[in-house]
Each structure stands twice: as structure tokens, then as C-alpha cells.
């Protein structure tokens, strides 16, 4: 009972002093980011042709034919 009421007690002065609300702002940015990735990521392992385009990019990186950053566009472009 008195841990409870100490977790109330915190959670009332983190409401009180703006901290709470800024926490939570933070939280849901944070989580649509992560959605959009989640979105992305999905998307690219959906589509058999994206797929298989994004495993020949991979292979050129690993071969270093194509730098990771010129991979990380064309991959993108394939997302439009």
C-alpha cells in the first residue's frame, strides 16, 4: 500500500511539473517513427520483385559495387 501510494505520489508531481506530458510527447513520436519503419520493413519483404531487387542491392554492397548509402536510395526509391 505504501509503494502504491508513493507511484501515485510520483506520478501526480511528473503531472504537475510538465514532465509527464513531455515523457509522453516524446513516447508517441517515438512510436510513430517505429510504426513507420515497422510499415517500410514490411513492405519491402511483401513484394516478391522489391524483394528480390533488395537482395541483389545487398549482395552489390557486400561485394562493395555500390556504397551503403547509394543502396539506402535505391531501396527507398523502391518504396515510391
Known sequence: ????????DHRTAMKA???F?????DQQVKWMWSMLEQRMMARLRSDATIR????KTEAEV???????????EEI????R
Open 1 to 8: 500500500e505504501d509503494l502504491w501510494q508513493k507511484i501515485l
Open 52 to 55: 528480390a531487387k533488395v537482395k
Open 21 to 25: 506530458a513531455a515523457r509522453r510527447r
Open 76 to 79: 527507398a526509391e523502391m518504396l
Open 62 to 72: 557486400a561485394d562493395g559495387r555500390i556504397t551503403p548509402a547509394l543502396a539506402a
Open 17 to 19: 511539473c510538465g514532465e
